[in-house]
Each structure stands twice: as C-alpha cells, then as structure tokens.
C-alpha cells in the first residue's frame, strides 16, 4: 500500500472513531432511538439517487438491511447511551469473530488455531472490559455494543445470499427500510425527542451532518474504493485504528478514562481480531472489512 492509500485508510478511521464520540455526545441528551431513525431518514434522502429501483432480490437485501441497518444502529445507539465510547469501539470488533463463527455454522467455514485463538482472545477481552465488579455482571453498554455487532454479522454472511449490489445502492436501500423501526421504537418508548434535540441545536445537527456525509458518503465510499485497490487481508487490520481513535476522542473530547481493566480488554480484545483479520476466510472473503462498514 503506498503512502497516499494508507494515509486515506487513516483518515477513514479517523471519521468512523471520532463519530462514535459524537454519536455518545449526542445521545447524552437526545433518545437514541429517535436519533437513528432521523440519521436513516437523512442517508436514505442523499442516497436516494443511487436507487432506481429496488434490489432484484429484495427480501434478502431487506433482511440484509434490517440486520446491518435498523438493528445494529438501535443497539449501538443504546449502547453508547449507556456505555463510554471507548468501551462501546472496542466491544464493536467482536463483529469479526462472529461473523467467523456464522461463516462455520452456516457456510462450512474451516477455522485453523490461528483465527480460534484469536476469536478466544478477542471474546476473553471484551469480557474483561464488560465485567462491572460493582455488580459481578456485564455493564449494559458493552451488552448492547456485543448485541449490535452480532446482528451486523448476520447480515453480512447473509450478504452471501444475494448478487452483488453497488455500494451506494445498498446504502440507500439499507437506509430507506431501516427509517420505520428505530422511529415506532422511538414513539413507544422514548419521550421529548424533538424538543430535546432543538434544545442541543448546532451540535444536533453538525453531528448528524458529519455522520452522512463524513461517515457514510465520503468514508464508506473511499473505503469501497480502497477495497477494490488492496486486498481486504492488507486493509483489514489497519481498520482497527479506528477504536484506538475512538479511544483518544473518548479520552480527549468526553473525559473519558483509561483505566488498566480498559487496557488489558482492548489489548486482548484487538490482538485476537487481529489475529483473524489477516487470515482469509474463504467462504466470505470480504468478511473481514464488511461486517464494520454499516455500523461505522
């Protein structure tokens, strides 16, 4: 990878770590629920362009879109509701291992000991980060970071299921089936959406402009590019800046601490995706790098 490509990648992960803090910013005043549907309602509308008509195989590429789209934003949302950044980012690559482990029960995905020792070490990690030792359980923010990066997972092996689709066009068609979910969720259970995020004003609003256009035009769109320069075993792990810099917004932007239980999770955690990341899985060759696009 030359110069310019690795200094995009960087930039990439940079957008995708530093939105992560804005979203937990956000969603410290502003329901979480209510502010995914409005993000859906936002992509789908500059998307919109990209999707003439719908995906020939609709059903699966709406299942596709409920999974990576409406599911995985309601529990991210609410995870860093309830959850630090850092915590949430760090938890959020379990995305890798599950989607081996999906790609082993349904695809007939062989797993050497490399890769199981590292879907061990990365579990054993985010474990180490969740444990509350206040209330011998997990903190529900990781639970819900874990649930988010599950359902994302599904919907990338189910991504097997159907042809290939431009990556814009799924975007959009992603974005358009995700908006009546997290909305109707929002409706039942949250209350004093609007008037919560006109109270927040200018950072509502900025954090929802870079979340589109930051996050879902200009770093997935570069990142598809990359993917199709590099292979995705070379890109893979070098997407794992992205906690580490939602690591330092976590720190920098909400006062966030580094503790040593923190530590020795995300060591544990991003060494065992690592470790998978950088052997092919054949079954779902670009299983490494989809699976945290959408979620991004």
């Known amino acids: 990878m030359n110069i310019r490509d690795f200094l995009l990648l960087s930039s990439i992960c940079l957008v995708w770590g530093l939105n992560l803090v804005l979203t937990r910013f956000v969603v410290g005043d502003v329901p979480p629920l209510f502010y995914a549907g409005v993000r859906f ?7 919109i362009p990209f999707l003439r008509k719908p995906p020939k195989q609709w059903g699966w590429a709406t299942l596709i879109g409920l999974c990576v789209g409406a599911l995985n934003f309601v529990f991210l949302f609410i995870a860093l509701k309830f959850g630090t ?13 599950f989607t081996t482990l999906l790609s082993m029960l349904f695809l007939g995905e062989r797993v050497g000991w ?12 985010v474990i180490v980060i969740a444990y509350d030792p206040a209330t011998f359980g997990l903190s529900l923010g990781v639970a819900f ?15 097997k299921r159907i042809d290939p689709i431009p990556m814009f066009e799924m975007q959009a068609w992603i974005a358009l089936v995700s908006i009546p979910l997290p909305l109707l969720l929002s409706a039942m259970m949250e209350r004093d959406q609007v008037s919560s995020a006109l109270t927040m ?7 929802l402009a870079f979340s589109v256009f930051a ?5 997935h769109g570069m ?6 320069r590099h292979d995705v075993t070379l890109i893979s792990p070098l997407t794992l800046m992205t906690p580490v810099w939602a690591v330092i917004f976590g720190i920098v932007l909400l006062g966030e601490r580094m503790t040593a239980q923190l530590t020795l999770g995300a060591v544990l955690a991003l060494s065992g995706v690592a470790l998978i990341a950088v052997r092919p899985n054949l079954r779902l060759p670009d299983a490494a790098a989809f699976w945290r696009r959408p979620g991004a």
């Open 215 to 219: 996050v879902s035009i200009f770093g």
């Open 41 to 47: 309602f936002l992509v789908a509308l500059v998307l």
């Open 114 to 125: 490399r890769r199981g020792s590292g879907m061990g070490l990365a579990f054993v990690g």
């Open 145 to 159: 970071a874990i649930l988010a990066a599950l359902v994302g997972s599904v919907g990338g092996v189910a991504m």
């Open 85 to 97: 950044a850092s915590s949430v980012a760090i938890a959020g690559q379990l995305g890798l291992p």
């Open 223 to 228: 990142f598809y590019q990359l993917l199709k």
């Open 201 to 207: 004003g200018a950072p509502f609003w900025g954090a």
